[in-house]
């Protein structure tokens, strides 16, 4: 099983990027996936999560402003990031909880992560 992040880059204050991932292999259920994120020297936090049934969970410091969503059709997760602001600047890092067939343990896994930066 791997996800694959794609959807970071540079952007102005107050602009929007959509950050996708996907997961690919084998996949007999996808649980719970998030985004989190990374700034260098501390800790990865979670961004948002949205469950199987898809109720979302919002950080504090991006509610109102990103929102997470899922296409379990395509086993990918989506985050809409609007107004954005300097603070946002990090490594942004999608999870899964992924069971890869009817008999295996759920595991998670992490995206490899993608840049985005927030700068005039």
């Known amino acids: 099983v791997q996800l694959q992040a794609f959807g970071g880059g540079l952007v102005q204050p107050g602009g929007s990027l959509r950050l996708s991932c996907a997961a690919s292999?084998?996949?007999?259920?996808?649980?719970?996936m998030a985004w989190y994120r990374q700034v260098p020297g501390k800790q990865r936090d979670a961004v948002a999560i949205?469950?199987?049934?898809?109720?979302?969970n919002y950080a504090d410091s991006v509610k109102g402003r990103f929102t997470i969503s899922r296409d379990n059709a395509k086993n990918t997760v989506y985050l809409q990031m609007n107004s954005l602001k300097p603070e946002d600047t990090a490594v942004y890092y999608c999870?899964?909880?992924?069971?890869?067939?009817?008999?295996?343990?759920?595991?998670?896994?992490w995206g490899q992560g993608t840049q985005v930066t927030v700068s005039s």
């Open positions: 999870y899964a909880v992924i069971q890869s067939t009817g008999r295996a343990p759920s595991n998670a896994y």
């Open positions: 292999g084998s996949i007999f259920s996808l649980n719970t």
């Open positions: 949205v469950l199987s049934g898809g109720s979302t």
